[in-house]
């Protein structure tokens, strides 16, 4: 199982930005995929997930209305686009998989290497 972050950088307070988690070597049909991230000194944050099947789709609160997952089937890529960005949003992403949906972190199995967004002026 690979998870390969890319898009995350330094942008301003309000701004946008795009994730990108290319996934390969499992059978997509019965997993789901999300977001975890990380800031200095914290826990993991679940962020968001989505069924790749169904495409049911999970956010933490304090993401809601603010980000949006989806993913491409045909390219086995998971996004993951922040709007209205914060400087509490400043953290390292990382996209992971598991059989079924779960807010807890320990209960993923794969992570990928993570990506790093940094929200400031």
């Known amino acids: 199982v690979q998870l390969v972050e890319s898009g995350g950088g330094l942008v301003q307070p309000g701004g946008s930005l795009r994730l990108s988690c290319a996934a390969s070597?499992?059978?997509?049909?019965?997993?789901?995929l999300g977001w975890f991230r990380q800031a200095p000194g914290k826990e993991h944050e679940f962020v968001a997930a989505?069924?790749?099947?169904?495409?049911?789709?999970f956010y933490g609160d304090s993401v809601k209305g603010r980000f949006t997952i989806s993913r491409d089937k045909a390219k086995n890529t998971l996004y993951l686009q922040m709007n209205s960005l914060k400087p509490e949003d400043t953290a390292v992403y990382y996209c992971?998989?598991?059989?079924?949906?779960?807010?807890?972190?320990?209960?993923?199995?794969?992570w990928g290497q993570g990506t790093q967004v940094t929200v400031s002026s």
């Open positions: 992971v998989a598991r059989r079924g949906v779960s807010v807890w972190a320990s209960d993923y199995d794969y």
């Open positions: 070597g499992f059978a997509f049909s019965s997993y789901s």
């Open positions: 989505i069924t790749w099947s169904g495409g049911n789709t």
